[in-house]
Antibody, heavy 121, light 109 residues
Framework: EVQLLESGGGLVQPGGSLRLSCTASGFTFNSYAMNWVRQTPGKGLEWVSVIYSGGSVTYYADSVKGRFTISRDNSWKTLYLQMNSLRAEDTAVYYC??????????????WGQGTLVTVSS | QSALTQPPSASGSPGQSVTISCTGTSSDVGGYNYVSWYQQHPGKAPKLMIYEVSKRPSGVPDRFSGSKSGNTASLTVSGLQADDEAHYYCSSYAGSNIVFGGGTKLTVL
């Protein structure tokens, strides 16, 4: 059974940093690109970032580019999101999401339960 | 990276069909056959219902179908059931990023 378990969310002041983790099980983690998607309270979904299976290729949404860094440790089957220079508008539930196929990353068939990040003074 | 446009709400009676639209541009919906649809119940993570415009993951009822014409994709839910009441989000690959729609609240009357 595929499982994705996020952790690391919490309350942080504007300008602060936080690192999210997503521990995967039930599939060949090192064969899949992995994504972060966030959802602001009561609002819609926003794709944040993707990292390819080997870790060498990453893409980011314009809204987080230069502030967030996605990484992975295939040995530990763990995905990370380092978030720096946090802003109030980064407040959201952050999900890690597994793509449907190994060969693409455009649709997500498994999602974690999400971890809440609140940026407030 | 502009969001795709969805109607904020849609509704139908049990047994009826309802179609939700998702409008983008030639840089996303119109440019790739990588449109997905997600169902989200309150307090739950999104669930993939349709991928690559019209493919259904295993376990998704065939009452759910997807299509695309030009820059607009559509999700049709036929034979509406009470449990179909949820938010529905479309997404599209847009060349090194993914864009989502703002979501549609489907109400089963």
């Amino acid at each position: 059974e595929v499982q994705l378990l996020e952790s690391g969310g919490g309350l942080v002041q504007p300008g602060g940093s936080l690192r999210l983790s997503c521990t995967a099980s039930g599939f060949t983690f090192n064969s899949y690109a992995m994504n972060w998607v966030r959802q602001t309270p009561g609002k819609g979904l926003e794709w944040v970032s993707v990292i390819y299976s080997g870790g060498s290729v990453t893409y980011y949404a314009d809204s987080v580019k230069g502030r967030f860094t996605i990484s992975r440790d295939n040995s530990w089957k763990t995905l990370y999101l380092q978030m720096n220079s946090l802003r109030a508008e980064d407040t959201a539930v952050y999900y890690c999401a597994k793509p449907t196929y190994m060969s693409s990353w455009y649709s997500f068939d498994y999602w974690g339960q999400g971890t809440l990040v609140t940026v407030s003074s | 990276q502009s969001a795709l446009t969805q109607p904020p709400s849609a509704s139908g009676s049990p047994g009826q069909s309802v179609t939700i639209s998702c409008t983008g541009t030639s840089s996303d919906v119109g440019g790739y056959n990588y449109v997905s649809w997600y169902q989200q119940h309150p307090g739950k993570a999104p669930k993939l219902m349709i991928y690559e415009v019209s493919k259904r993951p295993s376990g998704v009822p065939d009452r759910f179908s997807g299509s695309k014409s030009g820059n607009t994709a559509s999700l049709t839910v036929s034979g509406l059931q009470a449990d179909d009441e949820a938010h529905y989000y479309c997404s599209s690959y847009a060349g090194s990023n993914i864009v989502f729609g703002g979501g549609t609240k489907l109400t089963v009357l």
